[in-house]
């Protein structure tokens, strides 16, 4: 560098992310690399320091120091030009507080100037629950997680389902924040474990690419030319796309699965029945005087209001609960 160089003695810390590919730098960045004299990192492993020093930019890893030491080597270094210090994954805790006391006492303190070299798109933190799921599959991972299987899961994942439920109808925004990730989790143990099967093996990332496909499909009026002025076209045209898709199903019962609590599974029915123009199956159904015929009599009704049986049995449960 040349000594009438505004741009010398500066320190710049260049801040990346570990979720994107290694070296997927702004120009900004790289054109920091280029001008420095000396480039710092941690570890040795650093996917950013490999990718730097591949492109021919020499590039050193400093190992475990205090952030006391580590800011005062920073600095002395700043004497013969500029310096490149390349964040760590964590962040440097402490690094930014020794400095602002470092530079705030010496007199002759180089410029400090920092770059954002990489930002966090949306669902970045997704890649950190891939990686924390392939450790804990690991051989020198969790045994509980290598054991588990798709069918041990399956209690939590219905457990898990119900607690995030109860959250919702809570209005606990931090309860359902945390029982939202609970369920991610399932989605991504399950998916790690199916990335297993000797064959016909999947991971997540053709799970959110077959429903990334499907939402496409489904959606025409927003991906294609397609048209749905209302709510009640969309539903009408995902029927009938789901039906092009779905020719194997003969019967309007056909993929409700048996599984459901028993008022879901009425409502589910009745919803199908109706959409196919039999409604009065369901009707004859609920014309009993037995209990049975009676419950789906009800289910009838809370559909003509545009209520959720489930969901106001629930409240009605609760209610009478906390009055204990």
């Not at 952030?67 to 930014?96: C, F, M, N």
């Not at 954002?116 to 804990?136: E, H, K, N, T, W």
Request: glycine share 8%; net charge negative; charged share 25%.
């Amino acid at each position: 560098m040349n000594d009438g160089d505004v741009t010398a003695h500066r320190l710049t810390l260049l801040l990346s992310t570990p979720r994107i590919a290694p070296g997927l730098f702004t120009r900004d960045a790289w054109t920091a690399l280029a001008n420095a004299v000396h480039v710092f990192t941690r570890d040795e492993d650093e996917t950013q320091l490999i990718a730097i020093q591949e492109s021919g930019i020499p590039a050193v890893h400093l190992g475990e120091m205090s952030p006391v030491a580590l800011t005062k080597l920073l600095l002395d270094r700043t004497i013969d030009g500029e310096v490149v210090w390349v964040g760590s994954a964590d962040g440097d805790p402490g690094l930014t507080d020794a400095l602002a006391a470092a530079v705030t006492a010496r007199a002759d303190a180089p410029e400090v100037e920092v770059v954002v070299g990489s930002y966090d798109v949306p669902g970045a933190r997704l890649l950190d629950l891939v990686a924390v799921m392939d450790r804990l599959r690991s051989a020198d991972g969790c045994p509980w997680d290598a054991e588990q299987t798709h069918e041990s899961l399956v209690p939590y994942l219905i457990e898990e389902t119900h607690e995030l439920v109860e959250a919702i109808e809570s209005g606990d925004r931090m309860h359902m924040a945390e029982e939202l990730g609970d369920v991610l989790l399932q989605v991504f143990f399950h998916a790690r474990i199916a990335q297993e099967h000797p064959d016909v093996p999947f991971g997540i990332d053709d799970v959110a690419g077959g429903i990334v496909d499907k939402l496409v499909r489904r959606h025409p009026h927003v991906f294609a030319d397609g048209d749905a002025e209302t709510s009640e076209d969309v539903a009408a045209n995902w029927e009938l796309i789901k039906a092009d898709e779905k020719p194997h199903r003969s019967s309007p019962m056909d993929g409700i699965p048996d599984g459901l609590p028993a008022l879901a599974r009425a409502d589910k029915v009745a919803s199908r029945l109706a959409a196919a123009g039999r409604l009065d199956l369901a009707q004859g159904a609920a014309a009993g005087d037995d209990l049975g015929s009676r419950l789906f009599a009800l289910v009838l009704e809370a559909r003509e209001h545009g209520q959720d049986p489930e969901s106001a049995l629930r409240a009605a449960v609760r209610a009478v609960a906390g009055q204990l």
